[in-house]
């Protein structure tokens, strides 16, 4: 069982920036994404990236302030976040498509149901 944990969440001012990590148990070749979902309101991606690292993709709410990468010898995963947002405020997941399942360039599934591993999460809060 490919297990996620997550760190670097905490709490900022707007116009902040965090770093989040995703260590994975063991090396993928796979897809994995960043979720998050915000108080009262449901689950949704934030970031994608491929096996390589290669094919990376963000939703229209983090393009230009977040980045997504990948550091295989880490086997981590990184969401960096610049000039966040009290609308950023959110736990933060990562995820994991089961390695051998796509092609280490593929161009990742956008919905929950893609992923087969989910970490714990971490909380990221954007004030005022």
């Known amino acids: 069982q490919v297990q996620l944990v997550e760190s670097g969440g905490g709490s900022v001012q707007t116009g902040g920036s965090l770093r989040l990590a995703c260590v994975v148990s063991?090396?993928?070749?796979?897809?994995m994404a960043w979720f998050r979902r915000p108080p009262g309101k449901e689950r949704e991606l934030v970031a994608r990236?491929?096996?390589?690292?290669?094919?990376?993709s963000l939703t229209a709410a983090a393009r230009g302030r977040f980045t997504v990468y990948r550091d295989k010898a880490k086997k981590t995963v990184y969401l960096e976040m610049n000039r966040l947002e009290t609308e950023d405020t959110a736990m933060y997941y990562c995820?994991?498509?089961?390695?051998?399942?796509?092609?280490?360039?593929?161009?990742?599934?956008?919905?929950?149901?893609?992923?087969?591993?989910w970490g714990q999460g971490t909380q990221v809060t954007v004030s005022s």
């Open positions: 995820a994991a498509r089961r390695s051998g399942s796509v092609v280490p360039y593929a161009v990742c599934g956008e919905t929950p149901n893609f992923y087969d591993f």
């Open positions: 990236i491929s096996g390589n690292g290669a094919v990376t």
């Open positions: 063991e090396n993928t070749n796979s897809c």
